[in-house]
């Protein structure tokens, strides 16, 4: 926890899903989601962040659940100015996050995702994070949406320099399964 207090790292701790081919350096703290997907801390800061290793979290006195509830609710506050776009096709549309702030994958596991696309795609749902800056989601009945969408997420996967993963999700209110 070199030099940062406690109180400070509370107020900075934000989630980062990363990638199955993301090196954790065995220090990092992660807990595994569905897809090989993995969900970890970082300190933000202007501009930049930096993962949180699983000693910090002990430095601090900080247990692993309270980190990642803390997080959680950290991106949720910060979250209230998300952006979202929309694509319409012929049997539903694919809504994406285009907030640009490098958190927007990391809102596919904030509880209240559901609240803010369930109106609009029902529930579950589908989602994808192909990389850092990208959430996707459609209908879970809408077979050439989700076709449209993961063509897209493919495509974004293999050029990203931050991939998460090219599978989707089901996202309801238990949280994230692979689909």
Not at 25 to 33: F, K, Q, W
Not at 46 to 60: C, K, M, P, T, Y
Not at 67 to 93: C, H, M, Q, Y
């Amino acid at each position: 926890h070199v030099g940062i207090a406690r109180e400070e790292a509370l107020t900075r701790l934000l989630p980062r899903v990363v990638g199955p081919a993301f090196d954790l350096r065995a220090t990092l703290y992660a807990r595994p989601l569905p897809n090989g997907a993995r969900l970890c801390l970082v300190l933000a800061y202007d501009g930049r962040s930096r993962f949180v290793r699983s000693h910090e979290l002990e430095g601090w006195a900080i247990e692993p659940d309270e980190g990642v509830r803390v997080a959680l609710e950290n991106l949720a506050k910060r979250s209230v100015r998300a952006r979202f776009g929309r694509i319409d096709t012929i049997d539903g549309p694919i809504i994406f996050a285009r907030t640009g702030d490098g958190l927007d994958s990391a809102r596919i596991v904030l509880p209240g995702l559901v609240d803010v696309l369930g109106p609009e795609l029902g529930e579950p749902f589908i989602a994808a994070v192909p990389h850092r800056d990208a959430l996707l989601a459609c209908r879970a009945d809408a077979p050439r949406s989700l076709e449209a969408m993961m063509v897209r997420v493919s495509d974004d996967h293999a050029r990203a320099p931050h991939r998460i993963s090219d599978k989707p999700f089901l996202v309801d209110r238990a949280g994230l399964r692979p689909l």
